[in-house]
């Protein structure tokens, strides 16, 4: 029975991986640490099989706690655990140093004295900093690391521990790249819950600057085939991009939203912009598509109409949120803005 270590299980997009591994692999467990961070939320995993996934509460920069979650010989590390908010690391950059770097430094030194057969670090393309709003370029394998937020930054760095870990110590290792992911039970601190909630309580949609920034979107369960691609076929010590070439003007996505649930575009507010934002990302994911043989299943239309129906029909899950810190963190965030 393959054993599977999955950090950051009980966030957005881990607890969509941890569902994916359960759903393609009848006979594998799934060990699923997380430290249960505001991001965090046992909510996130209800009707996933008790008989094959164990839940661990514990923070991956605890090497002691570590070393006893993770077992001998396990089939594979994967690091989703980490700070993932750009404007909180622009508010307070410590935390996600810690996490996402300390962090990745401890699970690696883990895996080895565990022997653990592969090391998947789920990176982004944010370590490629931006591009420009006027080119046809895109994020490739080899563009340079240049990370422009401290988030960014931090994510960068973790890939060069990750790479000093194999280079080092000869640790088995693979980075996924990849974009912007959308989908359900994501924190409502990104831009589309964000908009989705407010819309939902006819409450302004604050858009940066002239939105015109471009992201490169991508359904969450896309991102998982991906995840799991990598780990199944990616050479040892490669980086893969992962995209869906599916770049959208912010704006563009925000009255896709207000249409979609029947409210007007008055509830657009423009505000200021977010400090160092990136312009433009944009994936090239050739080397996914032929080397990994993977490919996105779900269209941008198909994906946005899912994700508006899972909130619509979770509005528990979002109140359950809304109702505690967040207040707080919207306050900061956008009371001045
Ligand atoms: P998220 O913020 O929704 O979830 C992060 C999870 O990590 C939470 O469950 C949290 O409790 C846990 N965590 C945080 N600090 C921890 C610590 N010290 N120890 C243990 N657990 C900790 O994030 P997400 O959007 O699901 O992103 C998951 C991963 O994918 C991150 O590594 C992120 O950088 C990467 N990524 C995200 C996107 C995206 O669009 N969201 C795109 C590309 C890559
Ligand atoms: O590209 C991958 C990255 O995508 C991941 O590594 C990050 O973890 C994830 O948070 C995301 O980063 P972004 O900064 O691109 O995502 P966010 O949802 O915060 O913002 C998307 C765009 O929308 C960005 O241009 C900023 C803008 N925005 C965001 C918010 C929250 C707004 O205009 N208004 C908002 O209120």
């Not at 961070?37 to 570590?66: M, Q």
């Not at 998947?120 to 080119?135: F, I, N, R, Y």
């Not at 649930?261 to 598509?289: N, Q």
């Amino acid at each position: 029975m393959p054993i599977y270590f999955v950090t950051g299980g009980a966030g957005f997009i881990g607890s969509a991986f941890v569902r994916y591994i359960l759903d393609r692999s009848p006979d594998a467990r799934v060990i699923n640490y997380d430290a249960l961070t505001y991001a965090g939320n046992p909510e996130n995993l209800k009707g996933v099989d008790p008989s094959r996934h164990t839940f661990i509460k514990g923070d991956i920069c605890d090497r002691g706690s570590v070393a006893s979650a993770m077992p001998d010989g396990c089939d594979a590390v994967f690091n989703l655990a980490a700070e993932s908010h750009v404007d909180r690391s622009i508010h307070s950059a410590d935390e996600f140093l810690r996490t996402n770097i300390i962090g990745t430094q401890v699970l690696l030194d883990e895996a080895r004295a565990k022997g653990v057969r592969r090391f998947v670090q789920v990176s982004t393309d944010e370590v490629m900093g931006s591009l420009a709003d006027d080119s046809d370029e895109r994020f490739t394998e080899a563009s340079p690391l240049r990370p422009n937020s401290p988030y960014a930054a931090s994510k960068a760095a973790a890939e060069f521990v990750v790479r000093a870990a194999r280079e080092t110590h000869g640790v088995d290792t693979v980075v996924t790249r990849c974009g912007n992911n959308y989908g359900p039970r994501q924190f409502p601190e990104k831009l589309i819950p964000l908009m989705i909630s407010n819309a939902m309580n006819d409450e302004p949609l604050p858009v940066y600057g002239d939105g015109m920034n471009v992201r490169d979107w991508i359904y969450v369960d896309d991102h998982c085939a991906g995840i799991w691609a990598a780990y199944e076929k990616g050479r040892s010590g490669q980086a893969y991009n992962i995209g869906a070439r599916n770049e959208q003007h912010n704006i563009d996505v925000v009255r896709s939203i207000l249409d979609a649930l029947g409210k007007p575009h008055s509830l657009i507010r423009y505000v200021s912009d977010r400090p160092g934002h990136d312009r433009r990302y944009a994936i090239d994911p050739t080397a996914a598509e032929t080397e990994l043989e993977w490919m996105p299943s779900t269209t941008w239309e198909a994906g946005l109409e899912k994700t508006i129906l899972w909130y619509k029909e979770n509005q528990d899950w979002v109140e359950h949120i809304r109702s505690g810190d967040y207040r707080e963190y919207y306050k900061l965030m956008y009371g001045s803005r």
